[in-house]
């Protein structure tokens, strides 16, 4: 599967956005890539990559400006914007659900309907398989704001916290899996 070219499908050269989306992408699928290699995990390393440089396609549909992204959704429905992007081109399924389950360490349904998440209905929001949950823990180290540096542990930490007990409960154990 060519990411690159599914990319500059959707993604401009000369746009910011394309410049971030790349440079948090990569620092993602170099993580999973590290992680996949350290803990021996039985993932192909093509298909580790590709599901991390596609995680966030869904990013340019969303309305912030503050990373040249001029869409109208809300920013938390990137990930359901695009894997309904990659189904539309006809990008194998296993990409998709990586990006439609990726955001923080998985939404439940009772998490969307509690906090009235603006999110299409009658979707699974929770990563299932070892590639999702991998590409969803090493996301979870990279902003696409700021210095764009990896976070260290602490402060991932506490920003699932902030999202809840649920989240947060969810990311430690992804932390077991592959920290």
Known sequence: MDWQA?????????????DILLLHSRSVADLALSIARQKQLPLDSADIETAAMLHDIGIIATDAPGIDCHGSLPYLAHGAAGADMLRADGIDETFARVAERHTGAGLTDDEIADAALPLPSGRTYMPETLLEKLICYA???????????????????????RFGPGIARRFEDLHKMFG
Do not use: N
């Open 6 to 18: 599914e990319i500059d499908r959707h993604y401009p050269s000369g746009r910011e956005v394309r």
């Open 139 to 161: 996301d979870c180290f990279y902003s696409k704001g700021g210095d764009m540096t990896r976070k260290p542990l602490d402060r991932v930490r506490a920003s699932m916290q």
